[in-house]
């Protein structure tokens, strides 16, 4: 797999483009704001997007979906069935609060935890962990997992936005993603990379 980072909007949210080197099939996980980076990114590496990962549906991980569908036009939208409304709703997903625009947007297809998405030899696994938002999911690829905003390096995300929940997403990290191996390496939507095993030694919120 190949994968590269990009830090887009205000709120510099980690956006991240996967893709396999022999089909050149991408997959996109969080298009925030700024659809012109991620079209030039996308464009230096020749791939073809398949697909838009969604960790969860806040306004800043959301808001270049029209456009990148607008110009790819056989792309299509992934988010877990328990945030199918708040993609759609702007007051849901909070980007009529937080965001320039209001952003609505409908997800092509809904799916469960462990659902494994493929760009070519890759597998892109689902693990569903609620808590940051009702359909919070992370991705493993390997030994490499996005976490959304569920596990930051030395934190975790918020739970104090409307359908948050601090008790379900300290289970949600300690039974789904502590399990894990140590020496995955954790990219979170915001800020710095970490490992799990880090997290499991350091982490004051766990």
Same mark, same amino acid.
């Given at each position: 797999?190949?994968?590269?980072?990009?830090?887009?909007?205000?709120?510099?949210?980690? =956006?991240?483009?996967?893709?396999? !080197?022999?089909?050149?099939?991408?997959?996109?996980?969080?298009?925030?704001?700024?659809?012109?980076?991620?079209?030039?990114?996308?464009? !230096?590496?020749?791939?073809?997007?398949?697909? #838009?990962?969604?960790?969860?549906?806040?306004? +800043?991980?959301?808001?270049?979906? *029209?456009?990148?569908?607008?110009?790819?036009?056989?792309?299509?939208?992934?988010?877990?069935?328990?945030? !199918?409304?708040?993609?759609?709703?702007?007051?849901?997903?909070?980007?009529?609060?937080?965001?320039?625009?209001?952003?609505?947007?409908?997800?092509?297809?809904?799916?469960?935890?462990?659902?494994?998405?493929?760009?070519?030899?890759?597998?892109?696994?689902?693990?569903?962990?609620?808590?940051?938002?009702?359909?919070?999911?992370?991705?493993?690829?390997?030994?490499?997992?996005? =976490?959304?905003?569920?596990?930051?390096?030395?934190?975790?995300?918020? =739970?104090?936005?409307?359908?948050?929940?601090?008790?379900?997403?300290?289970?949600? #990290? *300690?039974? *789904?993603?502590?399990?894990?191996? +140590?020496?995955?390496?954790?990219?979170?939507?915001?800020?710095?990379?970490?490992?799990?095993?880090?997290?499991?030694?350091?982490?004051?919120?766990?």
């Amino acid at each position: 797999m190949e994968f590269k980072k990009l830090e887009l909007g205000f709120g510099q949210m980690n =956006s991240y483009i996967l893709w396999d !080197e022999k089909t050149k099939e991408g997959a996109i996980i969080d298009p925030g704001y700024d659809f012109y980076l991620i079209e030039k990114a996308l464009e !230096e590496e020749n791939i073809v997007p398949k697909f #838009i990962l969604l960790t969860h549906s806040h306004g +800043d991980h959301i808001g270049a979906i *029209k456009e990148l569908k607008d110009k790819y036009k056989d792309l299509k939208v992934y988010v877990h069935k328990d945030e !199918e409304q708040m993609i759609m709703d702007p007051v849901l997903n909070l980007s009529r609060l937080t965001q320039m625009e209001p952003v609505s947007v409908k997800a092509d297809e809904t799916f469960e935890d462990g659902k494994v998405f493929t760009l070519g030899d890759i597998e892109i696994k689902a693990i569903h962990t609620p808590g940051h938002s009702p359909g919070g999911t992370c991705y493993l690829v390997g030994n490499t997992l996005f =976490s959304g905003d569920t596990l930051f390096k030395l934190s975790v995300g918020r =739970s104090d936005f409307y359908l948050g929940d601090q008790d379900q997403l300290i289970n949600s #990290i *300690k039974t *789904k993603l502590l399990t894990l191996d +140590d020496d995955i390496v954790v990219y979170p939507g915001h800020g710095p990379e970490t490992t799990i095993g880090q997290e499991r030694e350091r982490n004051p919120f766990l």
